[in-house]
Structure formats: C-alpha cells, structure tokens
C-alpha cells in the first residue's frame, strides 16, 4: 500500500479524496498553518499530494503572500521530499496559469498569460518545481476550472444560494460556455496519476462544457425546484457596466480541453456533470 502526505487534507478536495480512498492508501496529513514543518519526516512516504494554496480572499492578499504560500512553501516541501526520497509530487494548480475568460479554448499547451497574482504564483511554481524533476522525483501538475462538489464554497456556493431563493432569476438564454470539473472526476485523475507514476501536466476537467442557464437548470433539476430563468437582455449590459467580473463568470467562456490528458492516462471520467451536480447537492462522496 503506498503512503501518501497530503497538505490541505481538510480542504474541500482534500477531504473528498481523504474520504474516497483512505482505504486505498495510507495517508499521511500535514497542515501548514497547524504544523511545524521542520518536524515533518517524509522518509516513508512515496507520494506528495500537495493541495494547500492561498487562493482568493475577499481582503485580498499582498503578492508577497501569494509567493510565500504558492511558491516558498511548495518550493520547500518538494526540495524536502526530493532530498528524502519520495517518488513524486503532485501539484494542484489552476487553469489560470493561461489566464482569465477566453473565446479560445485552452489546452496542456496554451500559451500562459495569467492576469491575477494567484495564477502568476501558481505558473512560478510550476516552473520551479519542473527544474526539480529527476528519473527518482516525478513531477505531476494538475490543472483546474471550477472544481465542484459537496461543501463547495465560493462562487458555485452564492449560485446555490441564490437559486433556494429565488424562483425566477434573469439567466435565461446566455449561450457561454464554461468547464467545470466535479471533485470526483478530479480526484479519480489524480488517483490515476498516483498508480501509474505518470509525471508532465495534466488538464482536468468534466467532459463537456455548459452554458450558465444549463448550469443553473441542472441544479434546480437535481433540488427538485421549479426555476423560471428570464431572458432579460439589458441584464446583461446592466451587469457588464456595473459589475464586469460577475459579467465575466456568468456571460463569458471558459473551455478547457483535456483529451491529451485523458489520453496519455488512459483515462474516462467517472462522473457525468449531471451526476456531479446531484452528488454535490444530495451531500454524497
């Protein structure tokens, strides 16, 4: 059985795959915020699953701090792991390496232009930790759209919210299209990484796109909840004058394609979207 150190371990990921295979491994957490790191003995271990990151905060953080987090700290846990002999690193990044929203459809090897300090701090430390890789150190990186699930927090949690609310919302008709990728089907990738020891970047990512009104039909669909979903078009003029990121993520496209990924893996995806939803909702791993 291999052993497996995991940061970010309670995290919403973290859990998740904690949870689906702790019988598959034996799993080993450490926490940056709780724990001393110069305590930490990774001699043992076969595998870092590094899932801990300092993403976006309402009070924002300084580029300093996404560094130290992002960066030194990865930085620091693989030099540690390389040097104990650990067989390789798994790194959870973001598909915001290649930037924001886009009408070009991003793959493993779109050009990077990251426009936020969270996915210039993500990029650096894919570099560096590349610069560490070795026949004995695999490096593996993962990257993300939206990653959804049971206790998802953030932008899919306030959508939720508001579709409990209310029952006629002004989303009808946005014909975007945007990846998401639920927390089973990522984890069941990283799984698949960890058992064949495969090293190189990966995309992860549900099998097809949606458009924002599908993606608000499909959680009504899954609560059971009767939803009218309006096509206002001055709703949407309104929100990119008033509000342009909020314009972005709800009218703008954002559309990975993984089929290298899932190729070289051998890979399928457990989980349909429609299935992830309800699994999500319904508060099943």
Same mark, same amino acid.
């Given at each position: 059985?291999?052993?497996? +150190? ?13 949870d ?12 940056? +915020? ?10 043992? =271990? ?5 899932? #801990? ?8 953080? #300084?580029s300093?701090?996404?560094e130290?987090? %992002? ?25 915001? =390496?290649?930037?924001?929203e886009?009408?070009?459809?991003y ?8 426009q936020d ?5 993500? +990029?650096?430390?894919?570099?560096? @930790? $590349? ?5 004995n150190?695999?490096? #593996?990186?993962? !990257? ?12 899919? $949690? %306030?959508l ?14 946005i014909? %975007? $299209? !945007?990846?998401? =990728? ?15 020891? $495969? ?15 599908? +993606? ?28 342009p990121s ?13 089929t290298?990924s ?6 399928k ?8 939803? #309800? @699994?999500? @909702? %319904?508060?099943?791993?």
């Amino acid at each position: 059985m291999k052993k497996l +150190l995991i940061t970010g371990a309670s995290g919403f990921v973290g859990s998740y795959f904690v949870d689906k295979y702790k019988d598959s491994y034996e799993i080993k957490a450490f926490s940056f +915020l709780k724990d001393d790191f110069g305590a930490l003995h990774v001699k043992d =271990v076969d595998v870092v699953l590094h899932l #801990s990151a300092l993403v976006h905060r309402k009070d924002g953080a #300084s580029s300093e701090e996404y560094e130290r987090v %992002n960066v030194t700290q990865t930085l620091e846990l693989a030099k540690k792991a390389k040097e104990s002999g650990v067989g390789q690193f798994i790194f959870m990044s973001t598909v915001k =390496v290649y930037g924001e929203e886009s009408d070009e459809v991003y793959t493993e090897t779109f050009t990077y232009k990251p426009q936020d300090e969270y996915g210039k701090s993500k +990029l650096k430390a894919e570099h560096e @930790l $590349q610069k560490l890789e070795t026949e004995n150190f695999k490096v #593996s990186i993962v !990257r993300t759209p939206i990653v959804y699930g049971y206790a998802v927090k953030a932008n899919m $949690q %306030n959508l939720i919210k508001l579709i409990d609310k209310m029952p006629i919302l002004p989303f009808g008709g946005i014909d %975007n $299209q !945007r990846s998401f =990728v639920y927390v089973g089907n990522l984890c069941a990738m990283v799984e698949c990484i960890i058992d064949k020891r $495969q090293r190189g970047v990966f995309l992860a990512s549900d099998d097809a796109s949606m458009s924002t009104t599908r +993606l608000i039909e499909l959680i009504a669909k899954a609560k059971k909840k009767k939803m009218y979903l309006l096509h206002v078009k001055m709703f949407g003029v309104l929100l990119k004058w008033f509000k342009p990121s909020l314009y972005r993520r709800l009218f703008c496209n954002l559309v990975v394609d993984n089929t290298w990924s899932k190729k070289v893996l051998d890979f399928k995806n457990p989980y349909t979207t429609e299935e992830g939803i #309800s @699994l999500m @909702l %319904n508060a099943e791993c």
